[in-house]
């Protein structure tokens, strides 16, 4: 599998606060970039997509693309406590498949 | 989750003996996968099947664990002789356009 890194975390933010969540992957043709949000036990669900290089956003997520510098970033603004989770990263291995990143948990204080 | 059902839900078994996981997709979906979700740890790729082509084993991590697609739905994974190490979630997902993937909500496999 390819390498997808993220930052290890884990990251506490105030409620309304913005949460800023990195990943960095080592294959530069890789095309397609995903995150994927997971509570505890689970399973991962898909919450962004992004192809493009730029930014995505998609209600209070934004998802930023910059594939020159292998690197793909979630923003999540105003955030709540339900935001609470592991964020995975996800980057396609080949037509069909897959890496993941080992997640980054974020933690929203009330 | 996403048209995924995924059966047991839990699954508690002796050390040297056999499981069998169910995955169900809904109808229409050509690619299937399995991942692995050790505590802890990232999501780990076992194996892929896509329509009648020859499956990606290439993420199984021994000859114990086996896979097999039948009639292009139903898929089963199975561990031969348990171990320990073995113990995970073990996630079926179905493939939707653009490189998505969906997962169901999981199997708790726990080797005692």
């Known amino acids: 599998q390819k390498e997808v890194e993220q930052n290890s975390g884990p990251l506490s933010v105030p409620e309304g606060a913005i949460a800023s969540l990195n990943c960095t992957y080592s294959d530069r043709v890789s095309q397609s970039f995903f995150w994927y949000r997971q509570y505890s036990g689970k399973s991962p669900e898909l919450i962004m997509s992004?192809?493009?290089?730029g930014d995505k956003e998609d209600g209070r997520f934004t998802a930023q693309l910059n594939k020159a510098s292998q690197y793909v970033s979630l923003l999540i603004r105003d955030s709540q406590p339900s935001d609470s989770a592991t964020y995975l990263c996800?980057?396609?291995?080949?037509?069909?498949?897959?890496?993941f990143g080992a997640g980054t948990t974020v933690t929203v204080r009330a | 989750g996403a048209g995924v059902s995924q059966s047991p839900s839990n699954k508690v078994t002796e050390k040297g003996k056999d499981v069998e996981l169910r995955c169900d997709p809904i109808s229409g979906h050509t690619a299937l996968y399995w991942y692995r979700q050790s505590l802890g740890q990232g999501l780990e790729f076992l194996i892929y099947f896509q329509g009648n082509s020859a499956p990606d084993k290439s993420g199984l991590p021994s000859d114990r664990f086996s896979a097999e697609r039948t009639g292009g739905s139903v898929s089963t994974l199975t561990i031969q002789r348990t171990q320990q190490e073995d113990s995970a979630v073990y996630l079926c997902a179905v493939g939707g356009s653009g490189n998505t993937i969906y997962f169901g909500e999981g199997s708790w496999l726990t080797v005692v």
């Open positions: 996800a980057v396609d291995d080949n037509d069909y498949k897959l890496s």
């Open positions: 992004i192809y493009s290089n």
